[in-house]
């Protein structure tokens, strides 16, 4: 003989109302009769004119169980691919549990869903000679007299980067290596843009001295024509013997930029903006894609880029702050 069927007091509330609404009650009478919570009626009452029913929908009834095998086949599936989502799980290793029970196993080991870490990690070594730098810095006051540089490519299909997706449209993130893409060489200042010449050839010691005899000079001495610093990072290019000599004889001043320092240079938040704007308007040709760097450059008000170059005081004094750390910025 089976097992005699018992309600549970839920349920047997969950008819009692639905009796009282067949009955014609209003919903005053039945919290009255019933002396249990207003919520409860009201999401009883929403429900059976929604579903027309108090049944639990199916699948309801709570998760099974991950075992201690199914743990494991998960951890090494993701040693071998972390870039699998919850629901793949599930379907590649055939779990007999929801892809929800999944993430909650995942969540409770510590894992997150998220893109790769892209924090830039710094020894002692490197974090001592960047507080010794922004210690220097700090007294310095020629700050608005320095000329941020740096470059940065623009990939013709660049969608690496979140957006608003409708789930009908089968559309990847990724960046089309075979597309082609446009090299940009980049310089900003307190007074505001200095150059943005583009090139399609790898830039090396020889094509960056002819960059910056071309563009950066006579814009520089421009825009200051007493005394200005210039700013680089500590690339090959930048350090090879050619490109020393070709400094010493036509700059003025060069920073001793420490490592690993990106985010003491305002220039990378204007590739960000450029970048961004970029991609909205979707290039679909190299000529296209160099044509759109220019015109969103010119369209970036030279009022950011004038609180971009002189937020560098508050990214020194952050840098100090956090023993060499790397700021916010």
Not at 3 to 29: A, G, L, N, P, W
Not at 116 to 128: C, V
Not at 168 to 188: F, M, P, T
Request: with cysteine; hydrophobic share 30%.
């Amino acid at each position: 003989m089976g097992k005699k069927y018992q309600k549970s007091k839920q349920e047997e509330k969950r008819q009692f109302i639905q009796s009282c609404f067949d009955q014609k009650m209003s919903t005053s009478e039945i919290i009255q009769k019933d002396f249990g919570k207003k919520t409860t009626v009201y999401r009883i009452r929403k429900q059976i004119k929604k579903r027309k029913t108090i049944k639990r929908k199916t699948g309801s009834k709570g998760f099974k169980k991950l075992f201690k095998s199914h743990k494991l086949k998960i951890y090494n599936a993701l040693k071998i691919n972390p870039f699998c989502s919850a629901n793949d799980l599930v379907i590649r290793l055939n779990l007999p549990v929801t892809a929800r029970t999944v993430r909650n196993y995942l969540k409770e080991r510590g894992f997150r869903y998220r893109r790769p870490n892209t924090m830039i990690k710094l020894n002692q070594k490197q974090k001592d000679l960047r507080i010794d730098f922004c210690k220097k810095m700090k007294d310095f006051h020629y700050t608005n007299s320095i000329i941020f540089s740096d470059e940065a490519s623009f990939w013709l299909h660049d969608n690496n980067h979140a957006g608003w997706f409708h789930q009908d449209l089968n559309q990847e993130l990724s960046i089309d290596r075979h597309a082609g893409k446009v090299h940009v060489w980049g310089a900003i200042s307190a007074r505001g843009k200095v150059a943005l010449p583009t090139f399609t050839d790898n830039l090396d010691a020889r094509l960056y001295q002819d960059i910056l005899d071309k563009h950066l000079i006579p814009n520089a001495w421009s825009l200051y024509p007493n005394i200005w610093y210039f700013q680089q990072d500590n690339d090959s290019k930048h350090t090879a013997g050619s490109t020393r000599t070709y400094l010493k004889r036509n700059v003025p001043h060069c920073l001793d930029w420490p490592s690993r320092s990106p985010d003491l240079n305002p220039m990378e938040n204007v590739w960000k903006i450029l970048k961004g704007n970029v991609r909205k308007k979707q290039p679909s040709t190299l000529m296209e894609l160099e044509d759109y760097i220019y015109e969103e450059w010119n369209n970036i008000e030279n009022k950011i880029i004038r609180n971009l170059a002189m937020s560098f005081k508050n990214r020194i004094e952050e840098c100090i702050r956090l023993d060499g750390n790397i700021t916010h910025y």
